[in-house]
T-cell receptor, first 110, second 112 residues
Framework: RKEVEQDPGPFNVPEGATVAFNCTYS??????FFWYRQDCRKEPKLLMS???SGNEDGRFTAQLNRASQYISLLIRDSKLSDSATYLC???????????FGTGTRLQVTL | NAGVTQTPKFRVLKTGQSMTLLCAQD?????MYWYRQDPGMGLRLIHY???????AKGEVPDGYNVSRLKKQNFLLGLESAAPSQTSVYFC???????????FGNGTRLTVT
């Protein structure tokens, strides 16, 4: 079983839709969690950190459920520019080493 | 503000050749990392460093060596390249513990 798992998708949604991604992690000692966005042939870029109380940044909301060991990302009012691959990551132990999921691809269409 | 810079951006090697990938960061971060990304496999940690003069193995270290002689630089070496090392390599840095990683823009390596 992979340490961090995501549904690879693709998720095809119309512009304006709400879409949610889940990500599960297997190591209960994981301490920090993040969502990254990766455009084709580019480096991953931090979208948002995920806090225990949940957090929101504009159209994006991240949640953490430690009991069930998953994190989620909700995107409201999807834009064409949201089309990308979304990577979740969990940090365990020292040195902030991140373990990444394989990513979920989102395609927003007109 | 350069952030994390990787050189080269692209490289083609023949099997058995060697090369070094350079990563430089100007954010005074203690932690630096090398990942490789392959289709369907996601990002996998090769080696990492928690400070100048230190290195440690990650998930897929075989066939690679690293050095961190200066805090701002982290070098990844391939002594004898193999086709299985064809990949996109990303360097990243972070600090303090629990912080997100900042990535360089990657090196596309093809080994024929």
């Amino acid at each position: 079983r992979k340490e961090v798992e995501q549904d690879p998708g693709p998720f095809n949604v119309p512009e304006g839709a709400t879409v949610a991604f889940n990500c599960t992690y297997s190591n209960s000692a994981s301490q920090s969690f993040f969502w990254y966005r990766q455009d084709c042939r580019k480096e991953p870029k931090l979208l948002m950190s995920v806090y225990s109380s949940g957090n929101e940044d504009g159209r994006f909301t991240a949640q953490l459920n430690r009991a069930s060991q998953y994190i989620s990302l909700l995107i409201r009012d999807s834009k064409l520019s949201d089309s990308a691959t979304y990577l979740c990551a969990a940090s365990t132990g020292t040195a902030s080493k991140l373990t990444f999921g394989t990513g979920t691809r989102l395609q927003v269409t007109l | 503000n350069a952030g994390v810079t990787q050189t080269p951006k692209f490289r083609v090697l023949k099997t058995g050749q060697s090369m070094t990938l350079l990563c430089a960061q100007d954010m005074n971060h203690e932690y630096m990392y090398w990942y490789r990304q392959d289709p369907g496999m996601g990002l996998r940690l090769i080696h990492y460093s928690v400070g100048e003069g230190t290195t440690a193995k990650g998930e897929v270290p075989d066939g690679y060596n690293v050095s961190r002689l200066k805090k701002q630089n982290f070098l990844l070496g391939l002594e004898s390249a193999a086709p299985s090392q064809t990949s996109v390599y990303f360097c990243a840095s972070s600090y303090p513990i629990g912080s997100p990683l900042h990535f360089g823009n990657g090196t596309r390596l093809t080994v024929t």
